[in-house]
């Protein structure tokens, strides 16, 4: 390494030569001897890589386009990417996420039954909203299916974004409803260049907050359309703080991060060898199962019009050659002078396959944060074992879960809610002048799928012990464990309970 002799090693020469030349020696072995073995560049494994520290959106914005396109790509064509996706999708979100409002009545001076009353009304409202088609702006999804969309695109592309939009329908309680835009259609307008404030399709101001969002009237590389581009600029808050557009991505690993890679961009590379590794040996075993029988007449005519597959040469002329490098199982070849089939034995299937493609798999299932045996839908290893993957899948999705709640959930409810007040459908004394207020009419709890279990018995009675100690609830137990709400559970039950003694009533009086 480079090191420099600086002012105060010459003026020490002067005095000193013999201390300035031990100066200079100290130093010239401290840069050889770097106090990170990882940044020796003196090492052959070291000595040739070469980086540099660029800004977050230096590092991920020039690669976003490329990124994209071989994430869909592997996730369309590729099983254990499809897998990584699917399996974060169905027990991050599965069937959609249950809310129940849960507002902090002693804040708001409410007894218990007003508490319960607003929240039941609360609550039908968002059901109405929610379980129809309207809640989306093209009318096709219920919010549902719209959390499966933003969930699995945020996964594929990176980022994907909601913009809150206002559409009074015939029949619709409430004019509120959701565009979901991809994140490719995020660009800078006529695809300028980043610049400072206007990066990546998003405007920003001095302190990096967003002022704006960009976006194309369609994909860069729609084929169905013609005619120039177009952008519109969409305001990323209202005047009094309430948010139009919802930007929703993983974790920000940089503090100046402005897009966001997909998720499987650490093993893309992986992937796509793993993919061709896998054609190959599949190939080759099929080629391995094929075999052909060669026969020779004295006048070389045997079968002369049978050889040729269909399709595959219209004569007896020039098919000869074209039969040679045609494989099927079971082909007949008629054999000319000094002609003779060779045996082919590839020796497959490869024994090291399998091994290879679990190593893969695990590397993935790091890379994606998803346990190999989750990723290929495969237990073999002990109950221990098998639990703890569990145990370690579930605490990424409980990740994942909170960060899809609080980026798209809970804003959107927020917005149906802050309609229904202004509509005049819920009461909400300060609602709209008061923030703390406005925060306690709208704290929610939100429920996803189910926890995975391997031993529901075992699950059941650590449930049963944690509640004895007090340290667990029933709420969230059946929230966990069945994805439902509890209140609502055992307003069923109840329901039931009361069926159960009725019948059991009438029955005794039948009997008598």
């Given at each position: 390494?480079?090191?420099?002799?600086?002012?105060?090693?010459?003026?020490?020469?002067?005095?000193?030569?013999?201390?300035?030349?031990?100066?200079?020696?100290?130093?010239?072995?401290?840069?050889?001897?770097?106090?990170?073995?990882?940044?020796?560049?003196?090492?052959?494994?070291?000595?040739?890589?070469?980086?540099?520290?660029?800004?977050?959106?230096?590092?991920?914005?020039?690669?976003?386009?490329?990124?994209?396109?071989?994430?869909?790509?592997?996730?369309?064509?590729?099983?254990?990417?499809?897998?990584?996706?699917?399996?974060?999708?169905?027990?991050?979100?599965?069937?959609?996420?249950?809310?129940?409002?849960?507002?902090?009545?002693?804040?708001?001076?409410?007894?218990?039954?007003?508490?319960?009353?607003?929240?039941?009304?609360?609550?039908?409202?968002?059901?109405?909203?929610a379980e129809g088609r309207n809640c989306d702006i093209t009318r096709t999804q219920n919010f549902a299916e719209m959390e499966d969309t933003?969930?699995?695109?945020?996964?594929?592309?990176?980022?994907?974004?909601?913009?809150?939009?206002?559409?009074?329908?015939?029949?619709?309680?409430?004019?509120?409803?959701?565009?979901?835009?991809?994140?490719?259609?995020?660009?800078?307008?006529?695809?300028?260049?980043?610049?400072?404030?206007?990066?990546?399709?998003?405007?920003?101001?001095?302190?990096?907050?967003?002022?704006?969002?960009?976006?194309?009237?369609?994909?860069?590389?729609?084929?169905?359309?013609?005619?120039?581009?177009?952008?519109?600029?969409?305001?990323?808050?209202?005047?009094?703080?309430?948010?139009?557009?919802?930007?929703?991505?993983?974790?920000?690993?940089?503090?100046?991060?402005?897009?966001?890679?997909?998720?499987?961009?650490?093993?893309?590379?992986?992937?796509?060898?793993?993919?061709?590794?896998?054609?190959?040996?599949?190939?080759?075993?099929?080629?391995?199962?094929c075999f052909a029988i060669g026969m020779k007449s004295p006048d070389g005519q045997l079968g002369a019009g049978l050889t040729a597959p269909?399709?595959?040469?219209?004569?007896?002329?020039?098919?000869?050659?074209?039969?040679?490098?045609?494989?099927?199982?079971?082909?007949?070849?008629?054999?000319?002078?000094?002609?003779?089939?060779?045996?082919?034995?590839?020796?497959?299937?490869?024994?090291?396959?399998?091994?290879?493609?679990?190593?893969?798999?695990?590397?993935?299932?790091?890379?994606?944060?998803?346990?190999?045996?989750?990723?290929?839908?495969?237990?073999?290893?002990?109950?221990?074992?098998?639990?703890?993957?569990?145990?370690?899948?579930?605490?990424?999705?409980?990740?994942?879960?909170?960060?899809?709640?609080?980026?798209?959930?809970?804003?959107?409810?927020?917005?149906?809610?802050?309609?229904?007040?202004?509509?005049?459908?819920?009461?909400?004394?300060?609602?709209?002048?008061?923030?703390?207020?406005?925060?306690?009419?709208?704290?929610?709890?939100?429920?996803?799928?189910?926890?995975?279990?391997?031993?529901?018995?075992?699950?059941?009675?650590?449930?049963?012990?944690?509640?004895?100690?007090?340290?667990?609830?029933?709420?969230?137990?059946?929230?966990?464990?069945?994805?439902?709400?509890?209140?609502?559970?055992r307003a069923r039950r109840e329901e039931e309970d009361r069926e159960a003694g009725t019948s059991g009533t009438e029955e005794t009086s039948?009997?008598?």
């Open positions: 390494m480079k090191f420099e002799v600086t002012r105060l090693d010459r003026a020490i020469a002067i005095v000193s030569p013999g201390m300035a030349l031990r100066r200079v020696q100290a130093r010239a072995a401290m840069s050889v001897v770097s106090g990170y073995s990882g940044a020796r560049r003196d090492r052959g494994a070291t000595a040739r890589w070469t980086t540099l520290a660029a800004s977050a959106d230096a590092d991920t914005l020039p690669d976003l386009d490329t990124l994209r396109a071989r994430s869909r790509d592997l996730v369309r064509n590729d099983p254990i990417a499809a897998s990584a996706v699917s399996t974060k999708v169905t027990n991050v979100v599965g069937p959609g996420h249950l809310v129940r409002p849960d507002i902090n009545a002693g804040l708001l001076g409410l007894d218990a039954d007003q508490k319960k009353a607003w929240e039941e009304q609360a609550l039908a409202i968002w059901q109405e909203w933003v969930y699995r695109g945020r996964l594929e592309t990176g980022d994907i974004f909601s913009i809150r939009r206002y559409r009074e329908r015939p029949g619709s309680l409430l004019g509120t409803c959701c565009q979901l835009v991809e994140g490719d259609r995020c660009s800078n307008p006529h695809f300028w260049a980043d610049r400072p404030g206007l990066a990546g399709g998003i405007e920003s101001d001095r302190d990096g907050a967003p002022i704006a969002y960009h976006f194309a009237d369609r994909h860069s590389l729609d084929l169905m359309t013609s005619g120039a581009h177009e952008w519109r600029r969409v305001p990323a808050f209202t005047r009094n703080g309430r948010r139009i557009v919802l930007h929703i991505h993983g974790s920000r690993p940089r503090p100046d991060m402005t897009r966001y890679a997909p998720m499987l961009a650490p093993v893309i590379e992986s992937l796509k060898q793993r993919s061709r590794y896998s054609e190959a040996e599949l190939m080759a075993a099929v080629v391995s199962a269909e399709g595959n040469g219209s004569g007896a002329a020039g098919s000869q050659q074209a039969d040679i490098r045609f494989t099927e199982p079971g082909i007949i070849y008629d054999l000319a002078d000094n002609e003779e089939v060779m045996n082919f034995e590839p020796g497959r299937p490869n024994p090291a396959y399998e091994p290879f493609v679990t190593q893969v798999a695990r590397e993935v299932g790091a890379g994606t944060d998803v346990p190999y045996e989750l990723l290929l839908k495969h237990f073999q290893a002990s109950y221990s074992a098998s639990r703890a993957a569990l145990e370690m899948a579930w605490q990424g999705f409980r990740v994942e879960r909170s960060r899809h709640v609080s980026q798209f959930c809970q804003p959107t409810y927020e917005d149906v809610i802050s309609e229904a007040v202004a509509r005049g459908l819920l009461e909400a004394p300060g609602f709209f002048t008061a923030p703390l207020m406005r925060r306690a009419w709208l704290t929610a709890t939100w429920m996803g799928p189910a926890r995975l279990t391997i031993d529901p018995v075992k699950d059941a009675n650590a449930d049963k012990t944690y509640l004895e100690m007090g340290v667990q609830t029933r709420t969230r137990i059946c929230a966990e464990r069945f994805g439902q709400d509890y209140q609502t559970v039948n009997a008598d």
